[in-house]
């Protein structure tokens, strides 16, 4: 079956404290695409990052970045120096083959309160 | 254009009555998305558009379901005969198409059936 894992369900970290967000996923499919979504408060689902599956190089975005391992099917994410405003619930979505919207795997997200 | 936008935010009904929320896409973008979401879970694919043409339902969209793109544009999603159940949020989505392209979100109905 198709899945997404975030095992973290909850972190707390303080104003400026690098944060990891853990993803394993299961997919059929021998490409496929990545995604990283951020929801705040708000509620608008935010992209945040796209990696496809036969492209292992991981790349730093700014305060992002990530770390991509097809062996292990994990593609975690980080948050380097995290602020208040990075407070929301992060949702990592392995897509298929086609990269499609609506192929995509949600997980539950995983809940990342950054206190000041 | 500053995204896509969902009307209304918020909506409190009665079981039983009809219900239809609106959503406007970035004008640019030719494929549109519905999901539903509830509370503490991810978002749950319901319907895609290409276009004016719906392409894919989920088996979650039961008859009771329907929504339309009538012009390419704009898009509705009906619920007929709300249930306690029906309450969630509802997103919407558009995207470019090709592969890998992400999609925007906007902010959400809110449904709360009571």
């Known amino acids: 079956a198709q899945k997404v894992t975030q095992a973290q369900t909850e972190i707390s970290v303080v104003e400026k404290e690098d944060v990891t967000l853990d993803c394993v996923y299961e997919t059929r499919d021998t490409t496929y695409y990545l995604f990283w979504y951020k929801q705040p408060p708000s509620g608008e689902l935010v992209f945040l990052i796209r990696?496809?599956?036969?492209d292992e190089q991981n790349e730093i975005s700014g305060r992002y970045s990530w770390n991509f391992q097809k062996s292990t099917s994990s593609f975690n994410f980080t948050i380097t120096a995290s602020q208040v405003v990075d407070s929301a619930v992060y949702f990592c979505a392995p897509g298929g083959r086609a990269g499609n919207n609506r192929k995509l795997i949600w997980g539950l997200g995983t809940s990342l309160a950054v206190n000041p | 254009d500053t995204g896509v936008s969902q009307d209304p935010r918020h909506k409190i009904t009665k079981r039983g009555q009809n219900v239809t929320f609106r959503c406007d896409p970035i004008s640019e973008h030719n494929r549109l998305y519905w999901y539903r979401q509830t509370l503490g879970q991810g978002p749950e694919f319901l319907t895609y558009?290409?276009?004016?043409?719906?392409?894919?339902k989920s088996r979650l969209l039961s008859d009771r379901f329907s929504a339309e793109r009538p012009k390419g544009s704009f898009s509705t999603l009906e619920i007929q005969r709300t249930e306690q159940g029906d309450s969630a949020m509802y997103l919407c989505?558009?995207?470019?198409?090709?592969?890998?392209?992400?999609?925007?979100f906007g902010q959400g109905t809110r449904l709360t059936v009571v």
């Open positions: 990696r496809n599956s036969f």
């Open positions: 989505a558009s995207s470019l198409s090709g592969r890998g392209t992400e999609a925007f």
């Open positions: 558009f290409q276009n004016e043409a719906q392409l894919e």
